[in-house]
């Protein structure tokens, strides 16, 4: 599943990584979860569908919105295909060569396990996936956490991680290079002999993950509220969540940071490095358009807010 609603730029580099390490090839089937997508970005949709003849694709279809909006897509593509193993993905994760495997050779280590809930790989931009990654795996890179933000990383969801902007763009520039970075990782996870599942049942941000039927049909669908009351359930009834260590992805960001990251060339320098087939001569000074473009967008807005402010 891709859960695709405005970011056309995100999935574009989104989709561009997946059929770079032919990460379609994995599943059965790719659905697209469209909500309420602009006809721009459906037609986009379409052209790479077609593009791709070989691949099982198919949409599921709703109006614009958060929470029971995207809960009732999910729960539209279970309904429509029964008794499999999904991974659903958000339009601004993208994903290292392996990731498709990876995820999927972790749910079978897991699969026996009657208590399993989700599925998620290392994400910088996100509270447990950056704690775990300074933590566990990159502990030289604490002292310049704790110097820039004043404090260690936390892997409550709604802690400094998700509210930062800041914290985003520099936790994902750490580990923006996808194939370099995981290729490193892995060498790290041999050298040190680490075991890469961890066992939690925190919430956390669900971008990225794994699940299968019977979970579905054991909590009795995704709750309406999407991410918070999914997380609620799986604390309330005790079952768990496995953090797959062997690898690492990124999220561009949370709506609470997404203003502050789209001043910034952040979008376009994920892009350079991962998919500089695409880019075109000279991106290197080009990649400050669509940040001016994005940020005149926020211009009205901000004056609407500071009128406000004033009256």
Known sequence: MILTSHRLDCLKISLGLLEKSNAFA?????????????????????????????????????????????????????????????????????????????????????????????????????????????????????????????????????????QSPAVAEWATRLFID?????????????????????????PFSVGCVCFDYRHWEKMGGIPPKDEPEWCAWIQQHAQHNILDGSQIALHYSFFVQQDWLDRTTLLEDIRRTNLPETCPPGFGLWRH???????????PTVIRRRLGRES
């Open 289 to 299: 358009l669509p940040r001016l473009a994005r940020t005149a967008r926020q211009i």
């Open 26 to 162: 994995a599943f059965d089937r790719v659905v697209f979860l469209e909500n309420g997508l602009e006809a721009a970005h459906r037609a986009f949709i379409d052209r790479f569908i077609d593009a791709h003849p070989g691949i099982a694709w198919d949409h599921v279809t709703g109006p614009r919105g958060r929470s029971e909006r995207i809960s009732g897509l999910e729960n539209d593509c279970v309904r429509k295909y029964p008794g499999c193993v999904y991974v659903k993905m958000d339009e601004d994760v993208f994903v290292p060569s392996g990731w498709a495997e990876r995820m999927l050779a972790a749910y079978e280590r897991h699969r026996s396990d009657p208590d399993l809930a989700l599925i998620t790989p290392l994400i910088p931009n996100n509270p447990y996936g950056l704690y775990k990654l300074l933590t566990k795996y990159y502990p030289a890179h604490l002292a310049e956490h704790r110097s820039r933000f004043g404090c260690d990383p936390a892997p409550e969801i709604h802690g400094l991680t998700w």
């Open 178 to 202: 996808l194939e370099d970075c995981n290729a490193h990782h892995r060498e790290l996870i041999t050298a040190a002999q680490k075991e890469t599942d961890d066992v939690f049942s925190d």
